[in-house]
């Protein structure tokens, strides 16, 4: 079963959590450090990647080292057509749709397209959205920020993702925001679309997890919380508990 299809049908059970871990903000060790307490915490997919600048070659050396030590599937979260391996189970072949840099719109997706068809990894197409604060990847990405509560324009975009045809819609607010994307924005694309919706940015706890799922999120993602902490099962033992 291709990884795609394991996130549909994990979804008909429960909502989803994804464990981001950027390459970039530590070393190999403590990647696969928190890896193996994210999965004992219950995490349900590893996404790896960022918004910074990261080459094949640590993204090979972080995703080798933690599949040694799990069975969860590994998806590459690309800030770039750089961050792309072979040793990963899948990529997401993704749109920064609000971005102004056409590199983050189509250029990255045509210069690796080759690439990825050689490695036969498999693609996943997923519509990305910047709301604010943004944070880093809303600078790097170039991105027309949306308003965290701006339903119209949250919505038009979702709607021109599903018409697309991207498999996965994502809302990130940035990694390390100070707030999340606003509810009323989830529930408002979560009644006019079909294709799954997962949320990232500024979810530390229970309560904002709980929130954002109770608004109809299918998958929440972390990477930040789990960064930053002293216990890093704790953390995300507390926020998976929404699910």
Do not use: C
Not at 202 to 212: L, W
């Amino acid at each position: 079963m291709n990884v795609y299809n394991e996130i549909v049908n994990g979804l008909r059970f429960k909502k989803l959590h994804m464990t981001l871990i950027d390459p970039a903000s530590q070393g190999v060790e403590k990647a696969v450090f928190i890896a193996q307490k994210a999965e004992k915490a219950g995490t349900d997919f590893f996404m790896i990647g960022g918004s910074t600048k990261i080459d094949s070659r640590l993204m090979d050396k972080t995703i080798t080292e933690i599949k040694k030590t799990t069975d969860k599937r590994v998806i590459i979260f690309p800030g770039s057509s750089e961050m792309i391996s072979k040793n990963a189970d899948a990529i997401y072949y993704m749109m920064l749709m609000n971005s102004l840099n056409h590199d983050f719109i189509i250029g990255h997706q045509v210069r690796s397209s080759i690439l990825l068809k050689k490695m036969d990894i498999e693609t996943i197409s997923m519509g990305y959205l910047i709301f604010e604060p943004g944070m880093t990847v809303g600078r790097v990405g170039s991105a027309r920020l949306i308003e965290r509560d701006d339903e119209n324009s949250a919505l038009a975009y979702a709607l021109t993702a599903e018409m697309f045809g991207f498999k996965l819609l994502y809302l990130e607010s940035g990694s390390g925001s100070p707030t999340h994307v606003g509810e009323n924005v989830i529930k408002r694309i979560k009644s006019e679309i079909n294709i799954p919706v997962i949320v990232g940015g500024g979810i530390r706890d229970y309560d904002a997890a709980s929130s954002i799922l109770n608004a109809g999120a299918d998958i929440i993602v972390t990477g930040t919380v789990i960064e930053k902490s002293d216990n890093v099962y704790s953390a995300l033992k507390e926020i998976i508990g929404a699910i």
